[in-house]
Antibody, heavy 119, light 107 residues
Framework: QVQLVQSGAEVKKPGASVKVSCKAS????????LHWVRQAPGQRLEWMGW????????KYSQKFQDRVTITRDTSAITGYMDLRGLRSEDTAVYYC????????????WGQGTLVTVSS | DIQMTQSPSSLSASVGDRVTITCRAS??????LNWYRQNPGKAPELLIY???SLQNGVSSRFTGSGSGTDFTLTISSLQPEDFATYYC?????????FGQGTKLEIK
């Protein structure tokens, strides 16, 4: 079945970077987009950006444009989200989610990765 | 950016009840509206895409409708697993924003 499995929880200090991975299985990886969405405690879901897994093109939310990089490794069928300059407000669960290349609904989702930013 | 607003923010109901959740966009988004269910501690699950299309494997008790700025999600007969938080999301233009969520609780 289609599945996305993410890397484990991280604890980082302010100013550090974090890289979260998302390994796909059960479908042709390069036929679908990969999106990243985060959810801070008690907050709504927040879209961060996406990657065309076929050609590597990316689009980011302006909110994260200067701090996030989304990449993929097609041989490893894995996507990555790198967030720099972490601050306490970045404490959240980060999700990857599969999308179509044309219309951006999300499913299925990875299980989520908790990133805690604390001094 | 497009703002998404759901109502109500919370709702109490019983197993077997029929409930409706509303989502409003700050501008017209045609039918580019999707619905998700999120159980506590779990990832969201896609229920409805393109306003009214049922995702494969999702129960037919979920129905979506609407276009333009106003949309609804109706659950015809609540099951125990439906007591969760529901989010709408617009896929009309980036950034692809979500509503604030509607928490459905057992009465």
């Amino acid at each position: 079945q289609v599945q996305l499995v993410q890397s484990g929880a991280e604890v980082k200090k302010p100013g550090a970077s974090v890289k979260v991975s998302c390994k796909a299985s059960g479908y042709n990886f390069t036929n679908y987009a990969l999106h990243w969405v985060r959810q801070a405690p008690g907050q709504r879901l927040e879209w961060m950006g996406w990657i065309n897994t076929d050609n590597g093109n990316t689009k980011y939310s302006q909110k994260f444009q200067d701090r996030v990089t989304i990449t993929r490794d097609t041989s490893a069928i894995t996507g990555y989200m790198d967030l720099r300059g972490l601050r306490s407000e970045d404490t959240a669960v980060y999700y990857c989610a599969r999308g179509t290349m044309i219309v951006n609904w999300f499913g299925p989702w990875g299980q989520g990765t908790l990133v805690t930013v604390s001094s | 950016d497009i703002q998404m607003t759901q109502s109500p923010s919370s709702l109490s109901a019983s197993v077997g009840d029929r409930v409706t959740i509303t989502c409003r966009a700050s501008q017209s988004i045609s039918s580019y509206l999707n619905w998700y269910r999120q159980n506590p501690g779990k990832a969201p699950e896609l229920l409805i895409y393109a306003a009214s299309s049922l995702q494969n494997g999702v129960s037919s008790r979920f129905t979506g409708s609407g276009s333009g700025t106003d949309f609804t999600l109706t659950i015809s007969s609540l099951q125990p697993e439906d007591f969760a938080t529901y989010y709408c999301q617009q896929s009309y233009s980036a950034p692809y924003s979500f509503g604030q969520g509607t928490k459905l609780e057992i009465k």
